[in-house]
């Protein structure tokens, strides 16, 4: 059984190597024509085959349109021409579109048709297996509505926020400049600028391409401080207000911990930082830059609510969250508590499924640590709501979404909005060639090597990002109407069903309903799913739990 990532991956040859095909039939070419004026015209026959691969060569060079032909000229029509011939060999040899590894093919082809402009209707019924389980859909209307404008959007900010921001209820996740190339980094930002989205800079901090981009930025703050770095690691209060002050600053998001490994440091090697990383990050060349696992900056969660709130202060005013992939649930209840006992909270909280995640990461981090998105929104979502600060603090969502349905569901279970990362990656070329951490990646999305990255065209890439979001959310209005509904914010667990087993289904609201209202502030409230009994175990002043005596 072949897996997609061998399907889509295409062999390195190196930097220097990428080339030899075409400089090979460039060679044969000229050498059938010497042979031709000095030996016999039959070698006239090679020569004009030699001749036409050569000028596909030079075509391939210089065309925008695709990143692989650009970076393998002539062998990268390989790649097309299997794409070509694979449904046939896939239906009868292989495996189904449906198998996901870590997207499947169905996926990837929307996201590029939507990207391109291209018809994504398929005829001839579903290929979705709906009765087995795990299968889910929205229910819909009789009296469907029409809804012409689909710019859908959420006010997110607090009573405590003095400049809330309108975000579009589809963004741009967290991918660093550093992870990302310098090329990727500018189409996806001027892709929102485009679309009117936002653009999350992950943990590299504002380089000189978001910028350049001149769309909306939600600027990163994890635990290495980029951007707002002191000489020691630390967090530099001056250096975050001189980042935050930007303009394209649109809001801060304090990042915990993120879907791919929860509770996992990092470090960028020397060998990797080049003068433009170090400039964006506030790092020095020739050291090694260490991400640490946990902050420095507080250590418990009376002192993160106050951070928050510093953040907040220095920054003018913006919208001030975090970012999380849920672990311990009583952890997060703390993080509630502190926000009770202070009165500080967050404008926003992004909930990061373990299915989420762009940066390579350890197999087992990958594969058994952390919560899915759903579960983890669910129980987000349902605290704030026991705790009765749901209305005050946004929800964002973000783990493998990257169609109408996907953000539907989302909805549905809580969130506000939703962001995606490998989606907009698709959108700007990625084949999904996982070889994201090698410096390898032969459509120049996850590469520092310039040879590589100049694949990548930035005016037409941007101009797909656009076009995949803007017709994502006509695909949304599209589904939401059919539900009877006038805007996505409507969608609610009872109008999504999942099938369980065969004839057996449930509507969305009896495996993921919304608990009342300050239930857990309630001494004679019903305990919900253990709700009240992790609540009396977390306390504002520590993460670690209390202990009964």
């Not at 210089?62 to 000229?73: A, C």
């Not at 209840?333 to 373990?354: S, W």
Request: aromatic letters at 10%.
């Amino acid at each position: 059984m072949q897996s997609a990532k061998k399907e889509t991956m295409m062999p390195d040859f190196g930097s220097m190597t990428r080339f030899t095909t075409f400089a090979a039939v460039f060679l044969l070419a000229i050498l059938c024509a010497v042979l031709m004026f000095a030996w016999s015209g039959w070698f006239i026959l090679p020569f004009l085959g030699f001749a036409v691969l050569a000028g596909m060569g030079i075509y391939d060079i210089t065309q925008t349109k695709h990143s692989i032909l650009r970076n393998y000229p002539v062998l990268g029509h390989m790649r097309f021409f299997f794409e070509g011939i694979r449904p046939e060999i896939r239906q009868y040899l292989i495996e189904s579109d449906q198998d996901e590894e870590p997207f499947s093919r169905d996926d990837r082809s929307l996201v590029y048709q939507r990207a391109k402009g291209q018809e994504d209707a398929r005829p001839f019924g579903t290929r979705q297996r709906v009765y087995d389980a795990g299968y889910s859909w929205i229910t819909h209307s009789v009296q469907p509505v029409h809804i012409d404008d689909f710019d859908f959007r959420v006010t997110v900010g607090g009573p405590q926020c003095s400049k809330p921001y309108s975000a579009s209820i589809y963004n741009i996740s967290a991918m660093s400049f550093g992870s990302l190339s310098a090329n990727a980094i500018e189409a996806l930002n001027t892709g929102a600028k485009l679309g009117g989205f936002a653009h999350d800079t992950g943990e590299g901090s504002v380089s000189r391409y978001h910028k350049a981009g001149g769309g909306d930025l939600i600027y990163q703050l994890a635990s290495g401080y980029f951007g707002s770095r002191a000489a020691d690691g630390s967090f530099d209060p001056e250096k975050f207000r001189e980042t935050a002050s930007l303009d394209q600053v649109k809001m801060i998001e304090l990042k915990l911990s993120q879907g791919a490994k929860p509770g996992h440091g990092g470090m960028l090697p020397a060998s990797k930082i080049s003068p433009e990383i170090a400039e964006a990050r506030g790092v020095p060349m020739g050291q090694d830059c260490v991400s640490p696992a946990a902050h420095s900056a507080f250590s418990n969660p009376i002192e993160m609510m106050e951070f928050i709130g510093q953040l907040r202060e220095l920054s003018g005013g913006k919208p001030v969250g975090f970012k999380l992939c849920i672990g311990h649930r009583r952890e997060f209840m703390c993080m509630v508590k502190a926000m009770l006992k202070t009165g500080i909270t967050p404008d926003f909280i992004v909930v990061d499924g373990t299915e989420g995640g762009t940066g390579a990461a350890p197999v087992e981090f990958s594969n058994h640590v952390g919560m899915p998105m759903i579960e983890g929104l669910t129980f987000v979502h349902n605290t704030l709501r026991g705790a009765g600060l749901r209305r005050d603090i946004k929800i964002g969502a973000a783990g493998k979404v990257v169609s109408a349905f996907d953000i539907a569901r989302a909805l549905a279970m809580g969130a506000d909005w939703c962001n995606a990362a490998r989606g907009f990656m698709f959108a700007i070329g990625c084949i999904q060639a996982q070889a994201c951490h090698t410096n390898h990646c032969p459509v120049g999305v996850a590469t520092q090597d310039k040879s590589r990255m100049r694949a990548l065209d930035v005016p037409h890439k941007s101009e797909r990002v656009a076009r995949f979001h803007r017709n994502t959310m006509k695909a949304l209005a599209e589904m939401t109407g059919a539900a009877g509904l006038d805007h996505p914010s409507n969608f609610l667990p009872y109008h999504l069903m999942l099938r369980q087993g065969d004839k057996s289904m449930v509507e969305g609201s009896e495996v993921y309903a919304y608990l009342p209202e300050g239930f857990l502030l309630d001494d004679n409230a019903e305990d919900f799913m253990g709700h009240k009994s992790r609540w009396g175990r977390a306390r504002a002043e520590s993460f670690a739990p209390v202990i009964n005596t």
